[in-house]
């Protein structure tokens, strides 16, 4: 059923015609439910400390994870003392709780997880977002700052600096709002937001809108890691006599092909829903494994030498980070 809504988002069938009332229902529940938020009549919870969203308006995958880690890393570097929360999305945790680099993804969430790997930042998981930043705050009162994985529309939490994450490759598709199309809020909800940043990993969908306060983001890898032994690195050069299946449990595995491909390698893709638990036996393929960081932290249990991670950093606008200093200068708690 899933995939055929997904479907209705790329296309125009007979059957599109059916889901327009569903979307103009959700359109007027939404607004509702924002407009009680913004006019007071639903209370929004504050934190100690200012507090950053980073989130979409649309559904899948559009680079988000990668930003939460550099803008952790810039954060600290300029004297910050940050802190992740998020929902946990993939895992089963019914409450708050602290995520480490040894976490069971399949309870905390594979994205966390892969935070905690790549941070050294405290990150923290809960349904309840204002509860999971007041329990990482109580744990950790040096965190100055907390920077919110996914929640643009999880309103019960206020929120300093608002930033909307953009897949250039995908656009919108057919801009029409649940379940008719992909979106979450309307194309206008980004007019409201501190920063629209725009990830340009793959070719730009014709379709984009024109964005104010839009910054440009790439995703970039230089090698491979071996998920067996860390310590080992390889270039595409290396797997260029291989048999290659690629392997992508995310929000749009497309990219993740598409960037190998650009590589020159020549992959036999294998695409999984996202935030997919995998078993062994979803990946006895011949041959060379090659999957993204959120994919890998939920195959440790059965890693072989023959999996190959690709680790890939965000590379931002430089005039972005000035921005939201400036702005947390204006924001103490």
């Not at 089963?92 to 602290?98: R, S």
């Not at 491909?261 to 695409?271: E, F």
């Amino acid at each position: 059923m899933v995939a055929w809504v997904q479907r209705q988002w790329r296309s125009t069938t007979p059957w599109h015609a059916l889901l327009i009332p569903l979307s103009w229902l959700f359109a007027i529940l939404s607004a509702l439910r924002r407009t009680g938020y913004t006019s007071g009549l639903l209370r929004r919870q504050h934190l100690a400390v200012p507090v950053i969203i980073i989130g979409n308006i649309s559904v899948g995958g559009t680079g988000k994870t990668p930003l939460v880690i550099w803008l952790a890393q810039q954060l600290a570097a300029h004297g910050r003392h940050p802190g992740i929360i998020s929902r946990g999305y993939g895992g089963n945790a019914a409450t708050p709780q602290a995520v480490s680099a040894h976490s069971n993804a399949a309870i905390v969430g594979d994205e966390p997880r892969l935070l905690a790997q790549r941070l050294a930042c405290p990150v923290w998981i809960g349904r309840n977002r204002p509860a999971a930043g007041r329990a990482l705050l109580a744990a950790h009162p040096e965190v100055d700052v907390i920077l919110s994985d996914d929640g643009l529309q999880h309103y019960a939490l206020a929120r300093d600096v608002e930033i909307a994450v953009i897949d250039s490759s995908r656009g919108f598709g057919n801009a029409r709002l649940l379940p008719a199309g992909p979106l979450r809020e309307p194309l206008n909800r980004l007019q409201q937001v501190d920063a629209v940043i725009v990830n340009q990993t793959g070719a730009s969908h014709p379709g984009l809108p024109p964005l104010q306060h839009a910054y440009a983001m790439q995703l970039v890898g230089h090698h491979f890691t071996n998920l067996k032994h860390p310590k080992q690195t390889a270039v595409a050069a290396d797997f260029s006599d291989s048999q290659v299946h690629a392997v992508a449990g995310i929000g749009h595995p497309q990219r993740f092909f598409d960037q190998l491909d650009a590589m020159g390698l020549h992959v036999i893709p294998h695409a999984f829903a996202d935030h997919y638990q995998y078993q062994a036996s979803d990946l006895n393929f011949p041959g060379i494994i090659i999957m993204t960081e959120k994919d890998a932290v939920k195959c440790q249990a059965f890693v072989t030498e023959h999996m190959w991670v690709w680790p890939v950093q965000a590379q931002l606008d430089p005039e972005l980070l000035p921005r939201l200093l400036a702005k947390l200068g204006n924001h103490h708690g």
